[in-house]
């Protein structure tokens, strides 16, 4: 049986919008210029074998450690509900056994803004 460690995950965001310098109205383009850092420290994996914890060597994916991932990117959004970017990865620290650098990403999010019914007592 493999136990896996536990494990942290981070990230933090931080972003610019570059255009529009003024919003006119939700129907504006705005194009933003972001970064995310994506982190993870993890213990290491066990493996037992009736009980007994066997010892591994030479498989890194089951070693402890962290790493931390730097994603440069560019957004836009239409109309405040429709999202394209498009992102480059690079490791900063650590190495992630799960990606592989360069990263390169694609996004596209739709956001569906139901309509609300007014109803006599909002209106006052």
């Known amino acids: 049986t493999i136990h896996y460690g536990n494990a942290f995950n981070y990230?933090?965001?931080?972003?610019?919008?570059?255009?529009?310098?003024?919003?006119k109205?939700?129907?504006?383009?705005?194009?933003?210029l972001y970064a995310e850092f994506y982190g993870k420290d993890y213990q290491a994996a066990k493996i037992y074998s009736d009980g007994q914890v066997?010892?591994?060597?030479?498989?890194?994916?089951?070693?402890?450690?962290?790493?931390?991932?730097?994603?440069?990117?560019?957004?836009?959004?239409?109309?405040?509900?429709?999202?394209?970017?498009?992102?480059?990865?690079?490791k900063m620290i650590g190495r992630s056994y799960v990606n592989t650098y360069p990263l390169y990403m694609f996004n596209i999010q739709y956001y569906f803004f139901p309509k609300i019914k007014k109803y006599a007592y909002d209106q006052a």
């Open 25 to 32: 109205s939700y129907k504006d383009v705005n194009i933003n």
């Open 54 to 90: 066997i010892p591994v060597s030479g498989a890194p994916t089951l070693d402890g450690g962290n790493y931390v991932e730097a994603r440069p990117a560019i957004q836009f959004i239409f109309k405040s509900n429709f999202r394209v970017d498009l992102c480059y990865g690079m």
């Open 11 to 23: 990230c933090l965001s931080i972003g610019f919008l570059a255009y529009p310098y003024r919003y």
